[in-house]
């Protein structure tokens, strides 16, 4: 893969994962982040932010693309689809305390705007997300979930194949 | 390249509305009830889920303990790992057992707890007030330094965490009785150098913010309540003590203290019996335990206090701000000292028969005393379980603080005086169901001004 922009252990790509494991079908972004690990994607860091999506400006550096990962909860849509949603897309919808202080965190909306006013932000960006039923601790997963995840995790593979074979020239597009 | 996709198991694409993340957090709401320029009412009002985990434990293995509550908080996974280990040590009767070198581990696990929550506190939500910008996005454009320097420091936290725990976000290595499996000397060590060099910067930044920062004013007789350490700073043990006599075991803390119902939230509310209202974290460890401080922090205290022209205690919690910005400095030179001082113990966990008992413990979560208590039955199985995160055991507080302010908002517009009470709400960095996108505020009058009622950010003017 040739990149000029890759973090100290050369991967260019971050897939970053949100969800909770304990809270139903919110198990779907680390379910992802598991399977990707066991597949093993060269140039590619996985992080599973779990329930902590305030920290993904530290793995931004050096990266040119990302993939965020996470559940969803869409009005209109059924539990089960699957989205594919390029971040800087004028079409892109807005999510829900986008642009909301926090009093505790600092929401990913927010952070890849702070990152983009620090540099750091990638030139791509995705939103790969689940549409699910409102999460509920302590509750199992759907039988629905091994599926999206299935789709999500091609998908992700595919996006991330494809960003690594871009030229360096292309990349800086 | 698709744009917005969405697509089932049989690949249809079509385009989509994004409503909500699944994982909307909790929300909070601020009503303020006015009658003239005296305050009717001030509720807080916490609509958070209720939480189950209290209920979820019931039955578990205790060694699941740690792991599940760690999960409570996407801040502070090590404050609940740190209570409920300890607690669970109490009940199965080793607590005595932990040797030195995991209680030293336990504390560098925290100070890179403590440095990852109070630099994203500090620099990411609070500063950005004081500063008179809407947030660390726009304050970015005049002070990019500032906040990259303040990444830096926030990372270097999580990576000590990744070191000593196997990951930052929920630590994998934590267990009843110690760790898993100790970290690498050759990783702690390597640290070294960052550490060192994020000490000097925030050094600056914290006299930075002693020099630069005007601190609204809100003096106000706090009961500070902390733990009492034989040695060193309030962080995993000790009894906890308070400035107006509080002096009790760990044990004792959970009768000395009561937890109510009140109407307008879902969260309880904590007073200490017979007395009231009470304060923890930064503000409190700081004001009560000062002189255990580490030397770094020690040394540069006095020149923050004259910068603020405020000698200790200070009883304004706006500046929790610096106070926080001592804390990471202990928080810095303290993992230094263990590093240093680190090799691999012998063992990296005391053995544990599992038995019937009791435990109680509460340790220093960046924002106050997380507190645990459970019973086992003969297998170790969860019989009971009780938390008191710090953020319940503030709110009576925050109340009575937003009460006192909220008399000296009359004269200012709507969106102002939502404006003016978030950002002391934020002064407790409170962690209210992990991570609440505030604040909807209304403000009534009776018999005062009319029909003054809004959503934060959006003025009906006066």
Known sequence: METSEMDDHGRAILVATCGNVMASDDAFGPL??????RRGLPGVEVVDLDIRPAALLDYLPGKSGLVLVDAVVAPGLEPGEVLDIDWFSPDRPGLVNDDTMSTHGLSIAMQLDLADRLGLLPKRVRLVAACIEPASVGQPSSDGLPGSVELAVSLVIDRANGWSNLTPEQQHA | MNDSNSKKNSG??????VGALARVEGEGALHLVMNGDQVEKVHLEIYEPPRFYEAF???RDFKEVPDITARICGICPVAYQ?????ALEKAMGVFDDVTPEIRELRDLLYCGEWIESHVLHMFMLHLPDFLGYESAISMAEDHGETVKQALRIKKLGNTLM???AGRSIHPVNVCVGGFYKAPDPKAMAGLLPEIEACLDLMCELTLFLAEHITYPELVRDYEFVCLNPEEGYPMNLGGLISNKGLNVSQEEYGKAIEEQHVEHSTALQ?????RGEYLVGPLARLNLKSENLHPRALQILPKVCTLLGSQLPWRNNFMSLPARGLEVIHALAR?????????LPAVSRVPITPRAGRGAHGTEAPRGVCWHEYETDHEGGITFARIIP???QNQVTIESDLRDLAKLLVDVTDEEAAMRCEHLIRNYDPCISCSVHFLKFTRDWEGGRAGAVSQAGVSDGD
Not at chain 1, 32 to 37: D, G, K, M, T
Not at chain 2, 12 to 17: A, D, E, L, M, Y
Not at chain 2, 270 to 274: A, F, N, P
Not at chain 2, 335 to 343: G, L
């Open chain 2, 335 to 343: 993992s230094a000292d263990i590093i240093r001082n680190y090799t």
């Open chain 2, 390 to 392: 710090p953020t319940s």
């Open chain 2, 12 to 17: 249809s694409t079509r385009t989509i509305r």
């Open chain 2, 82 to 86: 740190m209570g409920s280990c300890h």
């Open chain 2, 57 to 59: 434990l019931r039955g």
């Open chain 2, 162 to 164: 990744d070191v000593v």
């Open chain 1, 32 to 37: 992802v982040a598991r399977e990707l690990r």
């Open chain 2, 270 to 274: 904590s007073i200490i019996k017979g």
